[in-house]
């Protein structure tokens, strides 16, 4: 005979998912998704690595750092230029949702420079009177 004490039964199991969602809820109030959720977000890049130039036809090394395709093709054959993990030349296409995640990425770098240059340029304005 198996001993089947380490199982749960159908009610444990549904009172354990009823636990974990009403923790979510709670963290959801409290504002705790939203901030994980930008810091996701965070970890896209705005620009490749190696030309510094907004991303064309971006490419995902297998260490998860993203290249344009050129840049990758050019600069990343052997290895990594971020972590230099070797590549072995394999890329992988960005997905849909990963081209979006970049270019969301982008146009919150341009937002924040444009909205430093406004905020130098008050500065300038301010000690010019």
Same mark, same amino acid.
């Given at each position: 005979?198996?001993?089947?004490?380490?199982?749960? %039964? $159908?009610?444990?199991? @549904?009172?354990?998912?009823?636990?974990?969602?009403?923790?979510?809820?709670? +963290?959801?109030?409290?504002? /705790?998704?939203?901030?994980?959720?930008?810091?996701?977000?965070?970890?896209?890049?705005?620009?490749?690595?190696?030309? %510094? $130039?907004?991303?064309? @036809?971006?490419?995902?090394?297998?260490?998860?750092?993203?290249?344009?395709? +050129?840049?990758?093709?050019? /600069?990343?054959?052997?290895?990594?230029?971020?972590?230099?993990?070797?590549?072995?030349?394999?890329?992988?296409?960005?997905?849909?949702?990963?081209?979006?995640?970049?270019?969301?990425?982008?146009?919150?770098?341009?937002?924040?420079?444009?909205?430093?240059?406004?905020?130098?340029?008050?500065?300038?304005?301010?000690?010019?009177?």
């Amino acid at each position: 005979m198996h001993d089947r004490g380490d199982y749960k %039964r $159908g009610w444990e199991l @549904d009172k354990e998912w009823d636990e974990q969602q009403q923790a979510k809820a709670r +963290r959801e109030q409290d504002g /705790e998704s939203k901030e994980k959720k930008d810091e996701e977000d965070d970890s896209f890049p705005f620009a490749c690595f190696v030309c %510094r $130039g907004l991303f064309t @036809d971006p490419v995902k090394t297998k260490c998860g750092h993203f290249f344009c395709e +050129r840049c990758a093709v050019k /600069e990343c054959k052997l290895n990594c230029n971020i972590c230099g993990k070797p590549t072995n030349g394999a890329f992988s296409v960005a997905s849909k949702l990963e081209r979006q995640k970049l270019e969301e990425s982008a146009k919150r770098a341009a937002e924040a420079a444009a909205a430093a240059a406004a905020a130098g340029s008050d500065d300038d304005e301010e000690e010019d009177d």
